[in-house]
């Protein structure tokens, strides 16, 4: 391995649920990590439950960065880390990419150094939950950019292959509309649904905790990173959810009419289900495609 | 306990994932169980997984008759059963109350020896998912009519207890409501998601898949049982999806307005999550209300 392609020391910024998990993977290959968070006791509980150890200001450079912070947060964070050069190498982990990456470019990051990431893991547990395979046999997106060095990119696989993960290639813009589909959308309509039981009364939640598979875990994310990440892909965020939020219009008013003893458009209420029917046996078969690394979609 | 309490044979009509679970439940209790079904092969399946024998016309009545069909079968399966002297008492276990028992009392069954039955349980797993204590410490909902015997509540109560669930009467209006609020709008919901997924690519579902807590389970369901449950209780639900439709619209044109640069309406985006940020925290901390038995909601 070349010098510069070394992984010895990483340093992760930001010790919530990804963070931490990434810590985790790392220490268990062997390698040394140090950990800063805007919150010190946060860091001092990521230290004592074994993430690594708290990174200094006099701590010697990390041969990477890993900036575990909420995606509002990635340009400032990683001005801030590159200024007091903390590695060589940077990469973020946040579930929006454009937005970010723009408003890195514009605080003036170096982004031939930045390779902008995310893992796809479930994102709503707490801190606590973090563990070291929660990336394992996963996917992790990259999205470097047309200045992204190469050498920056061949050492962000390097860490997605210590965290057990399988590297997907593609553009940012791709990765916010896919986003869009499989993360923001849901924890929105999760959200909605769970909101419409908010003010229930205790035998309906009883009696709602056991019918059925539940639908409203996304909405157990915290409301304020949620609101940042939907606010930071909303175009995206908004033409998924506007076929969906139509079609539900439009099977709405079907019910409607059907309870008033016209059936006409129940089969529209029938091909929805039935669309769902395929899209959830689709989702619940997926498996690696063949074509599994550095794929554009 | 009197005669006609008495519950040593209890027939079981229609052996999907519901009647299997209760002959299972019964039959661990020392119950004799009959089992019927339109499609012969289910019975025998059902038979040689230990869930009961089969009714044969030369049976002697049974002390109960449980009618496990979908809402739309049940008017005329209560009446063949009632014609032909199945039990003394009849209950059903489909998800809506108001439409069967007024298609049944249309069709002139005696209503006075029919307790309308919800056991509230996941409903969307295959026959060969049924299990005995499918509905322990679950609500099962009893919907008597105002002709409804006293005695026959009080055989199904003792049906209900067999299977280690609490009885919870209300008002079949009420349970409609609150069926379409915690079962029949979250399938829609779900469906419509699962549906916008339908035509992914592979690498998609693969990442979405992994993306975090699945909302789209309930449209694992068969489509065609879900429209007509739904359809039979079109009123309740469209009631139910209009507030959330309305909801999704909303924050999709706030979100449109946001990715132009106008973050007027973000706060509308905000108090959906946080709302639904309640509910979620309601709903995972539901237990059963002390007032358990009886109380109307």
């Known amino acids: 391995m070349a010098e510069r392609d070394r992984l010895a020391t990483v340093a992760v910024v930001g010790v919530g649920?990804?963070?931490r998990s990434i810590a985790f993977a790392l220490r268990a290959q062997g390698i040394r990590v140090l950990l800063s968070d805007s919150n010190r006791r946060a860091v001092d509980d990521a230290v004592r439950?074994?993430?690594?150890?708290?990174?200094?200001?006099?701590?010697?450079?990390?041969?990477?960065?890993?900036?575990?912070?909420?995606?509002?947060?990635?340009?400032?964070?990683?001005?801030?880390?590159?200024s007091r050069r903390m590695a060589p190498v940077?990469?973020?982990?946040?579930?929006?990419?454009?937005?970010?990456?723009?408003a890195?470019?514009?605080?003036?990051?170096d982004l031939t150094a930045f390779v902008p990431g995310h893992p796809i893991a479930e994102e709503t547990a707490p801190a606590h939950a973090a563990r070291p395979d929660l990336f394992r046999g996963r996917g992790w997106v990259l999205c470097p950019q047309e200045d992204t060095r190469s050498d920056a990119v061949t050492l962000v696989r390097r860490l997605i292959e210590l965290c057990g993960a399988i590297p997907v290639l593609m553009e940012a813009d791709t990765h916010d509309r896919i986003a869009a589909l499989i993360s923001h959308v849901p924890y929105l309509v999760a959200s909605a649904l769970?909101?419409?039981?908010?003010?229930?009364?205790?035998?309906?939640?009883?009696?709602?905790?056991?019918a059925g598979p539940d639908v409203t875990g996304p909405a157990a994310g915290d409301p304020a990173v949620g609101a940042e990440i939907l606010s930071q892909n909303a175009t995206w965020v908004s033409n998924v959810l506007s076929d969906i939020a139509a079609?539900?219009?439009?099977v709405c008013a079907a019910l409607q009419l059907a309870g008033a003893?016209?059936?006409?458009?129940?089969?529209?209420?029938?091909?929805?289900?039935?669309?769902?029917?395929?899209?959830?046996?689709?989702?619940?078969?997926?498996?690696r495609p063949h074509d599994e690394d550095g794929s554009e979609e």
Request: proline letters at 7%; aromatic letters at 2%; hydrophobic letters at 40%.
């Open 17 to 19: 649920l990804i963070g």
């Open 49 to 82: 439950r074994g993430a690594g150890e708290r990174l200094a200001d006099t701590t010697s450079p990390a041969d990477l960065s890993v900036i575990a912070v909420p995606p509002g947060a990635v340009p400032s964070t990683l001005r801030h880390a590159q």
């Open 90 to 102: 940077y990469t973020d982990v946040s579930g929006v990419k454009v937005a970010p990456v723009r």
């Open 104 to 109: 890195a470019r514009a605080l003036g990051c």
């Open 194 to 210: 769970a909101g419409s039981l908010a003010d229930a009364p205790p035998e309906v939640l009883w009696l709602g905790s056991a």
């Open 247 to 250: 079609n539900l219009v439009d």
């Open 261 to 287: 003893g016209d059936d006409s458009f129940l089969g529209d209420v029938a091909a929805l289900l039935h669309r769902g029917h395929t899209g959830r046996r689709r989702l619940a078969g997926a498996e």
